[in-house]
């Protein structure tokens, strides 16, 4: 039987998952910690949202989404991003994804090349030049500095950064 690829194990360790790891031990042995690793709430599912489940469940709604996400989904977020971040985008532009980091990761195998460049701004989550490198590109990292509202500028651009976009949450 073939192992893994050689793609797979050049793969370093998750240092999220590692130290994620350890604050669950310290816990099973007492400890009271505050554990900010892998980005899990520390209260339950708010009961509505349960309920939306459960609603969902009992229509029957138990299978496969389509690949991009349900379209009445896509609707609410593309009127979402017109509405409060002034983007006009249409629902066929946007997907749904499980989360931030799943989809840099499809974004990098789809568009990245082996040898091609990823600016990476620093300080950044632990798991972004790993999925970079696992796309064949190649991290270039840039330190950033504390600012209020602002967003890199390409060297020459001759001018302050415009104000960032409001955040989508």
């Known amino acids: 039987m073939r192992g893994l690829s050689r793609r797979v194990q050049a793969m370093k360790p998750s240092a999220t998952v590692a130290v994620n790891a350890k604050a669950l031990e310290l816990r099973r042995q007492g400890v009271d910690l505050v554990a900010l690793t892998a980005g899990e709430p520390d209260f339950d599912t ?3 949202v349960k309920e939306a489940a459960r609603r969902a469940l009992a229509q029957g709604k ?3 989404a389509p690949p991009a996400g349900i379209p009445e989904l896509r609707e609410a977020l593309a009127e979402k ?3 409060e971040n002034g983007l006009q985008v249409t629902p066929e532009e946007t997907i749904v994804t499980v989360g931030g980091k799943q989809a840099l990761f499809n974004l990098f195998q789809a568009i990245l090349d ?3 460049e990823v600016i990476v701004l620093r ?6 030049p790993e999925m970079v490198r696992f796309a064949g590109g190649v991290v270039v990292e840039v330190e950033t500095l504390p600012r ?5 500028t390409p060297r020459g651009s001759g001018g302050p950064s415009p104000p960032a976009p409001r955040p989508w949450w």
């Open 62 to 64: 138990t299978k496969y």
């Open 114 to 116: 082996p040898g091609d």
């Open 46 to 48: 708010p009961e509505h």
């Open 148 to 152: 209020k509202a602002s967003s890199p």
């Open 123 to 128: 300080p950044y989550w632990v798991s972004y």
């Open 81 to 83: 991003f017109r509405r």
